[in-house]
């Protein structure tokens, strides 16, 4: 395979735009991601995640589905099955306002858009899996830093869900963010509600922040 070369997102001081602004830039960029490169991208980060110290021994994962040009995972998803990993979406919690639930994804289940348009399984269909009880947690990023900033999409259900590995990491999974290399930035502010990442992954390589298994 021939390197993929995505276009930059910033010429100069990507950190003197706002985050709002920084969010419609990096999203607009995504987007604009042709088919093939977006194929290409998802190759790259498969065979990175396959590698990943992280999850060699990870056999519940959370997973998501693209819907908003974030780099496509179903490729890893495909091959990881193969070695007898069990793959989790994100579902809405609908008593625990701002809260996820994770339900198993296979081939064939039903999926209905919530009220953002993500399609996500039925909460009311098949068992659920608690948040601690994940190995690892594989999330889009809109934009991340080398040093473990990052940059969603506002909604903090992630850091709401995850709050718990502040107090308990050992029962913690291995959270890790998605994202197109592109997606990088020179520095983001951390806020006192972001739980903190163990690492990124992109389709070039892996970013390595805190509680890896190696140095």
């Known amino acids: 395979m021939s390197q993929f070369i995505a276009p930059q997102p910033f010429e100069s001081h990507p950190d003197n735009l706002t985050r709002s602004q920084l969010r419609r830039h990096i999203r607009q960029l995504r987007r604009s991601l042709s088919v093939e490169q977006q194929q290409r991208a998802s190759e790259y980060l498969a065979l990175n995640l396959l590698n990943h110290p992280d999850l060699h021994r990870a056999r519940h994962i959370a997973i998501y589905l693209p819907n908003d040009g974030e780099i496509d995972p179903h490729l890893y998803m495909s091959m990881a099955r193969r070695k007898g990993i069990t793959f989790y979406l994100p579902v809405l919690h609908p008593i625990h306002e701002g809260h996820l639930v994770f339900s198993p994804y296979h081939d064939g289940i039903k999926l209905t858009a919530n009220r953002f348009g993500i399609p996500e399984p039925s909460f009311s269909d098949g068992l659920k899996r608690p948040p601690w009880a994940l190995?690892?947690?594989?999330?889009?990023?809109?934009?991340?830093?080398?040093?473990?900033?990052?940059?969603?999409?506002?909604?903090?259900?992630?850091?709401?869900?995850?709050?718990?590995?502040?107090?308990?990491?050992?029962?913690?999974?291995?959270?890790?963010?998605?994202?197109?290399?592109?997606?990088?930035?020179?520095e983001l502010p951390v806020e006192p509600w972001d739980v903190p990442l163990h690492g990124v992954v992109t389709d070039q390589r892996c970013y390595r922040f805190r509680g890896s298994s190696s140095p």
């Open 135 to 186: 190995d690892a947690v594989l999330f889009p990023l809109v934009g991340f830093d080398e040093h473990g900033g990052r940059l969603g999409m506002g909604g903090g259900f992630y850091d709401r869900t995850f709050a718990f590995s502040r107090l308990r990491p050992r029962l913690a999974p291995k959270l890790i963010g998605l994202a197109h290399d592109f997606q990088k930035v020179k």
